[in-house]
């Protein structure tokens, strides 16, 4: 659920947004990694993104094209989902369609603490035939207060997932909690890095941990560049995988 709107945390560091409100994004993500296989499995995922914000509420839409090659166990943003198997696979085509509402729950501008409430839903849009997504909805709270102390901001967040399954593949709710930070460079830069953490969605699957660092940069005229590299460290989660993205803001 991550790398599509991870760098979301980058904002809080910086005026967000604040010549406009509707916010368009593409950009490139890749991951590698063998996911307690013993086959590689290269996902690249092409994310179109689109963000409304009005008052405390912030309204997100996104899907990805995707091209996944490696063991058909796997499963985009899931992991592997199946007995072992040798087979390996290639296919493409447009991954799931994710909305979300964010609420500023609470804003104090004396403390420059807050507290974000959101409900997300995963729309099972993806083949799930050819390993794309599950072919059935998910649905997200999750609740991410963040501090800003002088350049430095810190944010983390739990969440609480109800993922859709079907007669062929049996998913359990999850749990997840991730925890970082944002460094403001200067008025265009900021730098951070963040860990995340998500239970293992299958009986036979895996536990998701993750480090990802991170570099959000104003490059003016409303664009915005974001470029990360993450780094996995359990069997749900890739070996590595870096990425970039560029939005513009009306």
């Avoid at 507290?115 to 997200?140: C, H, M, P, S």
């Avoid at 350049?151 to 993922?163: E, R, S, V």
């Avoid at 536990?207 to 660092?213: D, F, G, P």
């Amino acid at each position: 659920m991550k790398k599509l709107t991870l760098l979301a945390a980058a904002f809080l560091s910086q005026t967000a947004l604040a010549e406009g409100n509707v916010t368009l994004k593409t950009g490139f993500d890749y991951t590698t990694g063998n996911y307690g296989t013993s086959t590689r499995t290269e996902i690249t995922a092409i994310p179109f993104i689109g963000t409304y914000e009005t008052g405390d509420w912030t309204f997100k839409a996104s899907i990805p094209y995707l091209r996944i090659t490696g063991s058909d166990n796997v499963v985009a943003g899931v992991g592997v989902v199946r007995p072992a198997s040798t087979a390996v696979r290639t296919d493409t085509g447009l991954g799931d369609l994710t909305t979300s509402a964010t609420y500023s729950f609470l804003i104090d501008p004396k403390s420059q603490f807050g507290i974000d409430v959101t409900a997300k839903i995963k729309f099972g849009t993806a083949d799930a035939d050819k390993g794309l997504g599950t072919g059935e909805n998910d649905y997200w709270v999750m609740i991410d207060p963040y501090a800003k102390m002088g350049n430095i901001t810190w944010f983390g967040g739990i969440g609480y997932g109800m993922l859709g399954s079907s007669d062929t593949l049996q998913l359990k709710d999850v749990v997840s909690a991730n925890a970082g930070l944002s460094y403001k460079l200067n008025q265009q830069a900021s730098v951070g890095a963040m860990l995340d953490y998500r239970s293992k969605s299958t009986d036979t699957g895996y536990v998701q941990r993750e480090l990802t660092a991170f570099y959000s940069h104003k490059l003016g005229g409303g664009y915005k560049l974001q470029a990360y590299a993450t780094k996995g460290f359990s069997d749900g989660s890739p070996d590595w995988g870096a990425g970039a993205n560029v939005g513009y803001n009306f």
